[in-house]
Each structure stands twice: as structure tokens, then as C-alpha cells.
């Protein structure tokens, strides 16, 4: 028997799963992560690890196809799109079962998804389905959905990468409450325990009306450091170590004969400056240029991240419809010229401050903000100074406009190349510091934006999407710099078969198994 943690022992015996099934590498699949979970409930959670638990435990309509951004089949078998983008029909699956036996029909699906639009928790992200207007039950299992207008997006605002679009039992969920853990999905799993930091624990789920899960007991560790967790699988503690490795980490455990690593070929995590378009230094696009051709997004990656990521030249992942880079890359002759014509000159630079903050986004912040401002001060005619905040501080004052030029990270919503541009123009530009609705072009965002949301033609919704990321290189509210690659990655034992992150940003652990 392989050399087992007291904390995986202990793990194993209190949940009642067996040593000789995990010795055995068959019934029982041990994962560890960095990641936590803030609350189980779909209705209040708003983050990626609480929405992975959530999606072990239930299905939406719809699903993301492994390996791709497209939309598939889940508890809906197929569906129809009306021809204006407003309704939606969806024909169920007629042998679906919830964990309490109960039926997952049209009317659960009504009942669950009105129950996430009236709860609407302040930490939910229910916003991401309020364009629902009324849910109809045409017959036991067909649904009919409309929108309060056309929004082609909402195929993929279905799937289960949304936590409220996940669908619940009317019989053991609460109705007026949030859920914390007390629900019964129609998922391939069952939610045996939950310890808060500590683990969670599922059971596979018989009567799952898919393709049963290839391993029946699933645990989820909890380790507070990265370091702990690349100790965990090179001490075979773990089956499997996902979110979050260090990039020194990856590289080095890449080489350990024993392990195995995969990652995702694109990472939808993308870090990235902003810009205030009204901030007395950054109003005028000059400047915001001249930024935006003095960065070398190579050296972030190579000197902070070890290799692991990726530079982007647009905000919308490499492959994904609608995807076109267009920012330029490191020119500091172009940018020393374009700060010449906005009137800096060597005895005269621009002074500004570069924000960050400090522990948000790990411990790597303050490297990366080093490198971009060594860029930035190489030019003859630019003088930056790097200040931070702790978050809560940080996100208060990008949001009154306190900050010229700053970074941001994001993880999409939902997998589709609006989510990627709609947020800083033309969604929440004062929430998220850009105040780009004050901008000269900001109705023409709109409009565009609008019309591709009520376009169901991929290829015509993404011709527009390409020409927003073109006009924001003249109006350059953002830098695009790199793709967060750490996240993308997944190490396991050798035995571990199948085990992948894809464009998701998760890892499917129902068609993993061990040999």
C-alpha cells in the first residue's frame, strides 16, 4: 500500500471510503487544490471552485463539448432558437432522475430557474441569466424560454459553466432560502460531505441518466500553499493536482518521470491594463497607445512566470469565433513618437502611477508590475511609479475612477468572445474603472454590441466582435498581456487516465479513472 498523508488517512476513514479501494487506485480518485469553496449555493456563489462543486453535483439544459467552446446536449437533448435570438425551446431528456428520485422535467426546470432569479443572491451572478422574461412548460419534458430581448448569447449562458443556469430537485432544495449544501442535482455525483478548507467529498450517482462516472468515490483536498500541493503529488498523497501549481513548479514536476502533466492549449484567464479614458493623464488615446506599444508581454512571461503562459494581442482567447489580436507588439520608437506628439518630451516626461494590488492575484503581482514599468521607463519621455492597494481598497477606488492605468484579471462568465469585450465598454466600464460609457464612441459600442447579441449567425455576430477589437486599438481602454497558463494545467500519477483541462477551465472528473 502506497504511503498515505494523515491528512488524506484521516480524510478517508471520516468519510467512510475505503483504504483498500484507494490502495487499489480503482474506486476511489483523491484531488487536491489551492482553490476554496465559499458557499454552496446556487443562487449565492459566485466563483469558479463553488461553481465546480456545484456542476459535480447537477447538470444545466446544456453543456460545453470537451476540448472545444461549443454547446452540447446535457439535460436538454436538443433545442430550437427562434429566428429573432428571443426563444428558446428545449426538449429534456425523458429518463432524467434527481438524487431524491425524483423526476427532472420541464417543471423542475421552471421551478430551479425561477428559484435562482427570485433568490438572487448579492454573490450569485444571477444577473448572467436576468434576461429571462417567462419560462413555460409546453409538456412534461419541453420547456420554452424568452428573453426580454434577443441575445444569441444565451445558448451558452445555459450550460453548466453558470452557477444559477444549474438545474435542482423542487423536493430537497430549499425554496425561499439558499440552498448551503441542501440539494439534490440530476449530476453524475452525489455531494456526500463538504468540511469547509478542509475537503469534499461526492459519490457517484447510479440512476445518472449519462454516461456513468468512471470512478465511484471522488476527494477533494484543500491545501493552503502550492508548495503543499506539489509535496501532495510528488509524495503520491494525491492522485491528482490541479489549481494552483506555481509556474516553477510546473516546470519542474514536467520532468518527473513518474507524473504526467496536460494543459489546456488556450487559457480564457487573461491578465491585462486598464485605463480610466477620462483621467487627466489617460484621457488623451496618445498616451494610451504609447502604453500599449511599450509593453513587452515576453518578458512578463519569461521573467515572472517561468514560461507558463502566453502572451495575447487581443482579449478574446487565441481559436474562439469572433477572436482577432490586434494590438501591436513591443515598438518603443512608436510609442516615444506618440508620447512626442501628445507633448512629453525627455525634459518634460509623463508621470503617472501604475496600480496593482499585492496578494489578489498571488504573489507574483508585484514582479509583473516591475517588469511593465522597466518598459515603461525605458522610453526618454515617461516616468512611472508603481503604488498598490489591498483589494477591497483596490476595487473602491478603481470604481470612483481613482486610478489612470492599472491591471485586472478575468475568468469569463461564459465562453463566448462578448463576455471578453462587453464588461469594460459597454456593460460595467464605471464598475470596472474604465468609465468608457464618458468615451466619444461608446453609443457605437452599444449598437454594435447589440446588434451581434441579436445576430444567431456565428460567423456574422463574429465579424462584429472582430470589429470592436479593432476599434479598441484606437480607443485603447485596455492592453491585452497574457493568458494566465498556471491554471490550465493538471499534474497526476502516472495511473490516472484522462485527465485534461480544457477551455473550460476545469477538469471533468467524471471520465477519469485509474488503472
Not at 433568490?119 to 412548460?137: F, H, N
Not at 430537497?172 to 440539494?183: L, M, N, V
Not at 512626442?340 to 508621470?351: Q, V, W
Not at 463566448?416 to 468608457?436: C, K, M, Q, R, V
Request: charged letters at 20%.
Amino acid at each position: 500500500m502506497k504511503k498515505v498523508s494523515v491528512l488524506l488517512l484521516t480524510g478517508l476513514l471520516l468519510f467512510g471510503l475505503s483504504l483498500v479501494g484507494f490502495a487499489q487506485d480503482t474506486d476511489t480518485l483523491v484531488m487536491g487544490t489551492t482553490d476554496r469553496v465559499t458557499q454552496l449555493s446556487p443562487a449565492n456563489s459566485y466563483d469558479h471552485y463553488s461553481w465546480h462543486v456545484l456542476r459535480m453535483c447537477t447538470d444545466a439544459l446544456l453543456t460545453i463539448k470537451p476540448k472545444t467552446d461549443e454547446v452540447a446536449p446535457s439535460l436538454a437533448k436538443d433545442w430550437e432558437v427562434g429566428p429573432d435570438a428571443q426563444v428558446y425551446t428545449f426538449h429534456l431528456a425523458e429518463d432524467a432522475t434527481f438524487t431524491d428520485g425524483e423526476p427532472a422535467n420541464a417543471e423542475a426546470v421552471k421551478w430551479s430557474l425561477e428559484r435562482a432569479l427570485r433568490l438572487d443572491g448579492p454573490e450569485g451572478g444571477v444577473g448572467l441569466i436576468k434576461m429571462i422574461d417567462t419560462i413555460e412548460v409546453l409538456d412534461e419534458y419541453t420547456v420554452k424560454i424568452t428573453l426580454k430581448s434577443p441575445d444569441a448569447t444565451f445558448l451558452k449562458r445555459m450550460t453548466g459553466q453558470i452557477g444559477p443556469a444549474l438545474i435542482w430537485s423542487p423536493k430537497s432544495t430549499p425554496a425561499d432560502e439558499f440552498a448551503k449544501g441542501e440539494f439534490a442535482g440530476v449530476g453524475p455525483y452525489k455531494l456526500k460531505s463538504f468540511t469547509p478548507d478542509q475537503s469534499v467529498v461526492y459519490e457517484a450517482y447510479d440512476g445518472y441518466y449519462g454516461e456513468n462516472a468512471k470512478t465511484k468515490n471522488v476527494v477533494e483536498l484543500k491545501y493552503t500553499q502550492s508548495a503543499q500541493l506539489r509535496s501532495a503529488i510528488e509524495s503520491g498523497d494525491i492522485d491528482i493536482a490541479f489549481r494552483t501549481l506555481n509556474p516553477i513548479d510546473i516546470v519542474q514536476l514536467e520532468e518527473d518521470p513518474n507524473l504526467k502533466t496536460e494543459h489546456a492549449a488556450v487559457s480564457p484567464s487573461v491578465r491585462y491594463l486598464l485605463f480610466n479614458v477620462t483621467h487627466k493623464q489617460f484621457g488623451d488615446e496618445r498616451v494610451r497607445k504609447a502604453v500599449s506599444h511599450a509593453v513587452s508581454r515576453n518578458e512578463i512571461v519569461e521573467q515572472v512566470f517561468s514560461g507558463v503562459g502566453k502572451p495575447i494581442y487581443t482579449m478574446v482567447p487565441e481559436g474562439w469565433a469572433g477572436s482577432l489580436p490586434t494590438f501591436p507588439k513591443q515598438d518603443l520608437a512608436k510609442a516615444e513618437s506618440l508620447l512626442e506628439s501628445a507633448g512629453y518630451t525627455e525634459d518634460n516626461p509623463l508621470e503617472a502611477v501604475l496600480w496593482f494590488s499585492p496578494k489578489h492575484y498571488g504573489t507574483t503581482e508585484a514582479d509583473v508590475a516591475a517588469v511593465v514599468q522597466g518598459s515603461l521607463n525605458s522610453l526618454s519621455n515617461m516616468d512611472v511609479k508603481v503604488k498598490s492597494l489591498e483589494w477591497g481598497a483596490y476595487t473602491e477606488q478603481m470604481s470612483q475612477g481613482g486610478f489612470g492605468m492599472f491591471f485586472l484579471g478575468w475568468y469569463p462568465d461564459y465562453l463566448e468572445a462578448s463576455n471578453f469585450i462587453a464588461p469594460w465598454t459597454t456593460e460595467s466600464p464605471e464598475g470596472l474603472g474604465t468609465f468608457f460609457n464618458h468615451h466619444p464612441n461608446y453609443d457605437a459600442y452599444v449598437k454594435i454590441m447589440d446588434t451581434a447579441k441579436a445576430t444567431p449567425d456565428v460567423e456574422k455576430r463574429s465579424a462584429l466582435y472582430e470589429s470592436l477589437q479593432i476599434l479598441s486599438t484606437e480607443d485603447v481602454m485596455w492592453v491585452p498581456l497574457w493568458s494566465n497558463m498556471a491554471q490550465a494545467y493538471v499534474v497526476t500519477q502516472d495511473n490516472v487516465m484522462n485527465a485534461y483541462v480544457d477551455q473550460t477551465m476545469d477538469i471533468h472528473i467524471p471520465l477519469i479513472w485509474k488503472e
